[in-house]
């Protein structure tokens, strides 16, 4: 999204009060999150949001991916004890779902039947505030690090002109965002998934809006990543 993209203003409401996401949330929102290596040329973010046995889900920014080969993308998990050096590796994803529009994809990778992963819940539809400016929370991977929890101010729900004709729904975001976290997630006061971080215009982040992945989610057969009772499988 580049400074020339059309914006418009959604649902502007009374401001929000002020709350904080509880530790306990933030650290389990950094142990879902995975830096996201693209070829050995780049560094992203992404987020695991299911398991069916063997099979993870993961989201992350279309435009991270580097292209429809999702094969040589390596997703890098740190654990609780160890933010310096990855716990371990996976790789050869791919694509379950693609949208370059809304600018969000959907991976799916193999993983051990006994290797435990964190599993950040994507908040279900109706559910988003329509409070503004609301207090988030983006994790991502800034600079190629390992992932860091930052407090985000959201401004609002904004539909961008993509294109000549296409459009899709973003939260616009106070801050700017930091190279290396494309892809991460930002997080409701419930510690639940409601955007992707995608690109920066004038100033502000943008994050593709929870109702686009929810709308893709579900036609594709993917809704039970929200449903409460689609437990994960190991």
Known sequence: MNASVLLM?????????ESTLAMERQTHALAATVRMRIADRGV???????????????????????????????FEFFSDGNRTK?????????????????DFALLEVSVDRDRTVSILKLAPPGTASKKYPFEGLS?????????????????????????????AFFWQAEKSQVRGR????????????????????LGKGYYVHSS??????KTEGYDWLWKPESKPQK
């Open 44 to 74: 992203g973010t992404a987020v695991v949001v299911g398991r069916k046995d063997s099979a993870l889900y993961l989201l992350t920014a279309d435009h991270a991916t580097d292209g429809p080969d999702t094969t040589e993308l390596k």
């Open 212 to 217: 686009e992945i929810q709308a893709a989610l």
């Open 9 to 17: 203003a959604f649902a502007f409401a009374q401001a929000a009060p």
């Open 182 to 201: 494309s892809g991460g997630p930002l997080l409701d006061e419930a510690g639940r998934l409601i955007g992707i971080s995608a690109a920066t215009a």
């Open 139 to 167: 994790v991502g991977c800034s600079d190629g690090s390992a992932p860091t929890c930052e407090k985000e101010s959201v401004l609002g729900k904004r539909l961008a002109l993509r294109g000549e004709s296409e459009m």
């Open 86 to 102: 990855p716990a371990f590796v996976l790789q050869k994803a791919k694509a379950a779902i693609r949208r370059p529009i809304a």
